[in-house]
């Protein structure tokens, strides 16, 4: 290889090759070993609380433009305080359906340990949170109207970060083909039938 002095730099180093994979045939380290364990499922309702509702504000008869104002605020905000209790109610029975669903398949094709309970419970609550906003973008609709005319729904930015986040659970947990063809079976693998989780 011939390198170029060019007065006043440095000559740049050569390119170098990395090769993928494991040309070497060296060991490869297979990580940590940790026992299985059964995973408790975590009371939802931390994660999706009770939101107690309050009476719905009464219109104000005779009233002029500003108490009509406060009314309308009031509304507003008794909106608000409903809806996240409807979005709480949904939160927790869609991450009870999912823990059910996925957690005791996880348990025995992937033997996971009380390290992993906390993603998840992630998954899970990630989940019910994409559900509910789908849900609503159904209800609401993918155009809203903002202060300056129609506009796209928020909801619609809120749901791409949790289906971001999602794809991240599912490589994780394996919870895809492609990701499920890396996982390896805990020691001992499910020998028996009634080990088997398709059952």
Same mark, same amino acid.
């Given at each position: 290889?011939? %390198? ?6 440095? !000559?740049?180093? =050569? ?11 060296? =060991? ?7 026992? !299985? &364990? ?5 009371? $939802? /309702? ?29 509304? &507003?905000? $008794? ?19 999912? $823990? ?9 094709? /992937? ?7 906390? %993603? ?11 559900? $509910? ?20 729904? =928020?909801? @619609? @930015? ?9 794809? /991240? ?7 895809? =083909? ?22």
């Amino acid at each position: 290889m011939i %390198t170029v002095a060019v007065p006043g730099r440095r !000559p740049k180093p =050569p390119l170098q090759v990395v090769r993928e994979g494991n040309p070497g045939k060296r =060991p490869v380290r297979e990580g940590v070993k940790l026992p !299985p &364990a059964e995973l408790d499922e975590p009371d $939802w /309702a931390g994660f999706f609380p009770d939101v107690r509702v309050p009476a719905k504000p009464r219109a104000p008869r005779g009233a002029d433009d500003e108490e009509l104002k406060e009314y309308r605020r009031e509304v &507003a905000v $008794w909106q608000r305080v409903k809806l996240a209790s409807e979005a709480a109610k949904f939160g927790r029975e869609v991450a009870g359906r999912e $823990w059910g669903r996925v957690v005791p398949v996880l348990q025995l094709m /992937a033997g996971l340990t009380s390290v992993d309970r906390s %993603t998840a419970v992630d998954y899970c609550v990630c989940v019910a949170r994409l559900e $509910w906003c789908e849900r609503q973008l159904s209800v609401e609709g993918l155009v809203t109207m903002g202060q300056r005319g129609p506009c796209r729904n =928020p909801l @619609t @930015t809120i749901a791409t970060q949790y289906r971001s986040q999602l794809k /991240a659970y599912i490589g994780e947990l394996g919870l895809s =083909p492609s990701a499920r063809g890396r996982l390896t079976l805990p020691e001992g693998g499910h020998d028996g039938d009634e080990d088997d989780p398709f059952d």
